[in-house]
Each structure stands twice: as C-alpha cells, then as structure tokens.
C-alpha cells in the first residue's frame, strides 16, 4: 500500500519560514520524481515544485521562485519544501505527489500517488 505522509504545516505571520516534508512508504522512493502542489479554498491544485529521481532537476511554479526550495533525501524516503519570506498569498493546503515521469512534471494529471495534504497559513 502505498502512502504519502506531509507534516510540518502551521501557522506562521508574513516573512516568516516552514519546512514541509512528505514520507512515503510502499514505493521505490528513488525511482519516482516528487513534486509539491497546493490548493487554496474555491481554487484549482496548483504546481508548486518539483524534483527529479536524483534530485538533480528541480523546477519551481514562478510564485515562489527565489523564496521556495525542493529537496530529497531517498535514504529516507523523504521530500521536503522549504518556504521562506511567506506571504499570506501562499495560505493553502500543501500536498506532496510521485510521479514516475523524472522530468519532473508540473502537471498534476502527471502525479499517480498523493498525500493528504497539510495545511499552511500565513496571517498578514
């Protein structure tokens, strides 16, 4: 059974910084691009990040670019995001997601498995 467990959200003020990160279990971790995406309420899932098999190609939504980094470590099974300088902008739901493409993909159709994501507020 394959699962996918974020944690690290909260409540955070403006300017401030979170670490997410995303276990999984039932998956050959390091064969699987892992991306981050995030919904706010009455909006669509949007790409947030993304990094490849080997953790050599990350890619960021232009949003949170300079501000957000993708990282892995496949010993552990793990993703992480860390965001910085939050804006109130960036309260959502945070999800981690596989996808075996190692582009690594910013399309959502392109993830097979997903967590249950983890909320992220930023008050203003």
């Known amino acids: 059974q394959v699962q996918l467990v974020e944690s690290g959200g909260g409540l955070v003020q403006a300017g401030g910084s979170l670490r997410l990160s995303c276990t999984s279990s039932?998956?050959?971790?390091?064969?699987?691009?892992m991306g981050w995406f995030r919904q706010a309420p009455g909006k669509e899932r949007e790409f947030v990040a993304a990094?490849?098999?080997?953790?050599?190609?990350?890619q960021y939504a232009e949003s949170v670019k300079g501000r957000f980094t993708v990282s892995r470590d496949n010993a552990k099974n793990t993703v992480f995001l860390q965001m910085n300088s939050l804006k109130p902008e960036d309260t959502a739901v945070y999800y981690c997601?596989?996808?075996?493409?190692?582009?690594?993909?910013?399309?959502?159709?392109?993830?097979?498995?997903w967590g249950q994501g983890t909320q992220v507020t930023v008050s203003s």
């Open positions: 997601a596989a996808s075996t493409v190692d582009s690594p993909p910013s399309n959502k159709l392109l993830y097979g498995y």
């Open positions: 039932g998956i050959t971790f390091r064969r699987y691009a």
């Open positions: 990094i490849s098999w080997s953790g050599g190609v990350l």
